[in-house]
């Protein structure tokens, strides 16, 4: 079946570096793949996303690429801060209006 | 504009107790999800709604039944909780199902079962 898989399961930097995080899906017609950000006891907000005809998407320090032949995509963020440490998920749509997720990334920024 | 609004926040149930929780959105959308979320499975779907009138089962529905109101309002009920049950329901809304825009969800609810 449809199936999302999620890398890494944590995640800590220093403050200032950067952080990817890596999907990839297994259905070949999924056509659109967003990102959300959660945050501690708030529900997941989106941050980002990218269809299918697109290969890259960036929005100030946050990018997104998608490699439709290898089915994978990556969510980049760049001069990570301390307000970017939450749980994020990658997600890709299949079966018209349904969207499978991924397991999630705890990402830690520190000081 | 309260976008989608979970109630109650939190609950705890004792086994065999039903319950249902209440989703509603003001943003005029036509399609309405349930999912739950527990450790280390990311967000599993439990029943959808792809317009007033309509449900349908995801993946993991066994235990639960839906009511879809009005274009608004989407519930989901417990007629016997079960420890299995213990987890953090989300509810989420889409203008279109066909349409690649982003589900917005709700603040979730917080489900315990003794």
């Known amino acids: 079946g449809e199936n999302v898989e999620q890398h890494p399961s944590t995640l800590s930097v220093q403050e200032g570096d950067s952080a990817v995080i890596k999907c990839t899906y297994s259905?070949?017609?999924?056509?659109?793949f967003p990102w959300y950000k959660q945050e501690l006891g708030k529900g997941p907000q989106l941050i980002i996303d990218?269809?299918?005809?697109?290969g890259e998407k960036k929005d100030q320090r946050i990018a997104v690429t998608l490699n439709k032949t290898a089915k994978h995509f990556s969510l980049h963020i760049t001069e990570t801060q301390p307000e970017d440490s939450a749980v994020y998920f990658c997600?890709?749509?299949?079966?018209?209006?349904?969207?499978?997720f991924g397991t999630g990334t705890r990402l830690q920024v520190f000081p | 504009n309260a976008g989608v609004t979970q109630t109650p926040k939190f609950q705890v149930l004792k086994t065999g107790q039903s319950m249902t929780l209440q989703c509603a959105q003001d943003?005029?959308?036509?399609?309405m999800y349930w999912y739950r979320q527990d450790p280390g499975m990311g967000l599993r779907l439990i029943y959808y709604?792809?317009?007033?009138?309509?449900?349908d089962k995801g993946e993991v529905p066994n235990g639960y039944n839906v009511s879809r109101l009005n274009k608004r309002e989407f519930s989901l009920r417990l007629e016997s909780a079960a420890p299995s049950q213990t987890s953090v329901y989300f509810c989420?809304?889409?203008?279109?199902?066909?349409?690649?825009?982003?589900?917005?969800f709700g603040d979730g609810t917080r489900l315990s079962i003794l």
């Open positions: 997600a890709a749509r299949y079966n018209t209006d349904k969207l499978i």
């Open positions: 259905d070949s017609a999924s056509n659109y």
């Open positions: 990218i269809r299918s005809n697109v």
């Open positions: 943003m005029n959308h036509n399609s």
């Open positions: 709604s792809a317009s007033e009138g309509t449900t």
């Open positions: 989420a809304s889409i203008f279109g199902g066909y349409s690649n825009q982003p589900q917005h």
